[in-house]
């Protein structure tokens, strides 16, 4: 097992459709990310996780749900998305918050129709 | 928030060619790595470097964190190598998210 896994790697979906994005981590890491990566813009931090309570959110629209339900376990619920969140989401763990050691998984890459 | 800076944004170089890719930052740091992002979009881990230097293999890194930035050294160069290096840190305590640059986009050409 990879340390950090996400499916599904590829989705694409419509304006209407509701999805989820999964990310499980292998590692005994206690601090979960979600990044947003769009074409030609820096690695965007969506949401933060430490310890299964949310510690961040920078100003992401509502139509991004995360999902923490344990340390090991990460969702992005999807709906009513627009064409420009079409990118590639990234999931992330690390032990003991952000001082610690990033290590990322392969990414979902998102298309919305 | 902190402003990370990358340099150059682009480099072509021929293989065997070594590279030295830099890291700006605007603030105090407790976490700092760098990554290459592989052509199918993986974040790969290269260095945890906070401060000091530190090598492995053809690659090294030098953070001097009371002159805000780090340096990655990429030496005799291979095809391998090519794509996007990103430098990226964190600022403060808690439970704080990794602030990227923009990146270096590597090409190395046979």
């Known amino acids: 097992e990879t340390g950090v896994t996400q499916t599904p790697r590829h989705l694409v979906m419509g304006m209407t459709n509701k999805k989820s994005l999964k990310c499980e981590q292998h590692?005994?890491?206690?601090?979960m990310y979600w990044y947003k990566q769009s074409a030609k813009k820096p690695l965007e931090l969506m949401f933060v996780?430490?310890?299964?309570?949310?510690?961040e959110n920078n100003s992401v629209p509502s139509r991004f749900s995360p999902e923490c339900p344990n340390s090991s376990h990460l969702f992005l619920h999807l709906h009513t998305l627009q064409p420009e969140d079409s990118a590639l989401y990234l999931c992330?763990?690390?032990?003991?918050?952000?001082?610690?050691?990033?290590?990322f998984g392969e990414g979902s890459r998102l298309t919305v129709l | 928030g902190i402003q990370v800076e990358q340099s150059p944004p682009d480099l072509i170089l021929q293989e065997g060619a070594n590279s030295t890719l830099r890291c700006n930052f605007s603030?105090?740091?407790?976490?700092l790595q760098w990554f290459h992002q592989n052509p199918w979009g993986q974040l790969i881990n290269l260095f945890y470097?906070?401060?000091g230097t530190k090598q492995n293999g053809r690659l090294s890194a030098t953070t001097v964190a009371t002159e805000r930035y780090s340096l990655l050294y990429i030496s005799s160069s291979q095809t391998t190598d090519s794509g996007v290096y990103f430098c990226?840190?964190?600022?403060?305590?808690?439970?704080?998210?990794?602030?990227f640059g923009k990146g270096t986009h590597l090409i190395i050409q046979p």
């Open positions: 990226a840190v964190v600022s403060g305590g808690g439970a704080d998210g990794l602030t």
């Open positions: 996780y430490s310890l299964e309570e949310r510690v």
């Open positions: 603030d105090s740091v407790n976490n």
């Open positions: 470097i906070p401060s």
């Open positions: 590692l005994g890491h206690n601090a």
């Open positions: 992330a763990s690390s032990h003991g918050g952000g001082a610690g050691e990033l290590f």
